[in-house]
C-alpha cells in the first residue's frame, strides 16, 4: 500500500476549546495507532495545522472525516504527496500550541512572525511541523 502525507490549514470555531483540543487529542491518538496513522498537529486560538502520515486509503478516509468536522471550517488543503518514508513516526498525533513557539522558527517558514497556516507553502509547514516536533516537548 502507497504511503502517503497529507497536510492541510482549518480555521478554529469560535466556541471552540480546551476541553474539545483534549477529546480531539485523545480520540485521535487512539484511531491513529489502530489504523497506522502519524502525524502532527499546531493549535493556536485561531488556526489548526496538521500533517498526517499513513496508506493513501486510511489517510483519504480520514481527511474525509476532518473535513465534515464542524469543530473547525475553512479546511484547506495545502499538500498531498507520495512518501518514500514517514517523518513523524515517534507520534500517533503529536501536539503543541502555537503561542509558544519563537518568532525564529515563525519567521524561517513563512514570511510572518505571526502564525498563518495558509500562508505557509506545503513543504514549509512540513518541516516547521518537523522542527517543533524535535525541539519543543509536545504536550
Ligand atoms: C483539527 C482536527 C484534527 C483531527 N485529527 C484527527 C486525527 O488525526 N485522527 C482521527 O482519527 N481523527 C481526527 N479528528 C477527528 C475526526 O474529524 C473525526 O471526528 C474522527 O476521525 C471520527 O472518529 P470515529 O470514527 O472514531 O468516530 C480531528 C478533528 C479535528 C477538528
Do not use: C
Not at 513563512?110 to 522542527?131: A, G, R, W
Amino acid at each position: 500500500m502507497r504511503l502517503v502525507r497529507l497536510t492541510y490549514a482549518s480555521l478554529v470555531t469560535e466556541d471552540f476549546t480546551q476541553k474539545d483540543l483534549k477529546k480531539i487529542i485523545s480520540q485521535s491518538r487512539e484511531n491513529n495507532l489502530e489504523k497506522g496513522i502519524t502525524g502532527y498537529l499546531l493549535y493556536d486560538d485561531k488556526y489548526f495545522l496538521q500533517t498526517v502520515e499513513g496508506s493513501a486509503e486510511e489517510v483519504n478516509k480520514l481527511y474525509n472525516n476532518i473535513v465534515n468536522d464542524l469543530r473547525h471550517n475553512q479546511v484547506q488543503l495545502l499538500g498531498f504527496e507520495e512518501i518514500e518514508y514517514r517523518e513523524f513516526t515517534h507520534w500517533n498525533l503529536g501536539y503543541h500550541t502555537s503561542t509558544d513557539i519563537n518568532d525564529e522558527i515563525l519567521l524561517k517558514y513563512s514570511n510572518h512572525k505571526k502564525f498563518n497556516p495558509y500562508h505557509l507553502h506545503q513543504k514549509s509547514s512540513v518541516m516547521l511541523l518537523k522542527e517543533i516536533s524535535q525541539n519543543i516537548e509536545s504536550e
